[in-house]
Nanobody, 126 residues
Framework: QLQASGGGLVQAGGSLKLSCVASGTIFANDVMGWFRQSPGKERDFVAGVGWRSNKKSYADSVTGRFTISRDSATDTVYLQMNGLKPEDTAVYYC?????????????????????WGPGTQVTVSS
């Protein structure tokens, strides 16, 4: 199970940095993704990074504001969120897309990912 942290309450325009540790569960062919979910809504893709390739992908709604990065030495993935908007308010989750072989494509489907943890709440006030 993964543990996301770093959420909180911030004013619109502010920044937060989320972290997710995947010690012992992430391997070279895998992809780590950040998703978010608001009450009554589906879990939506935010960003993903290939663990071997360091290739990154973002949802259109966060492109230019959010940055995903990974530290392979500590098996940690980060999500730097700048220019936060009230519509970014959600519980943020990290998950792993486990792959037996290397594939550069980053899935945006939550069903491709597993090892979800409790998530971390991000609240952006207007």
């Amino acid at each position: 199970q993964l543990q996301a942290s770093g959420g909180g309450l911030v004013q619109a325009g502010g920044s937060l940095k989320l972290s997710c540790v995947a010690s012992g569960t992430i391997f070279a062919n895998d992809v780590m993704g950040w998703f978010r979910q608001s009450p009554g809504k589906e879990r939506d893709f935010v960003a993903g990074v290939g663990w071997r390739s360091n290739k990154k992908s973002y949802a259109d709604s966060v492109t230019g504001r959010f940055t995903i990065s990974r530290d392979s030495a500590t098996d940690t993935v980060y999500l730097q969120m700048n220019g936060l908007k009230p519509e970014d308010t959600a519980v943020y989750y990290c998950g792993i897309d486990k792959r037996a072989t290397y594939n550069p494509r980053i899935s945006e489907r939550s069903t491709s990912y597993a090892y979800w943890g409790p998530g971390t709440q991000v609240t952006v006030s207007s």
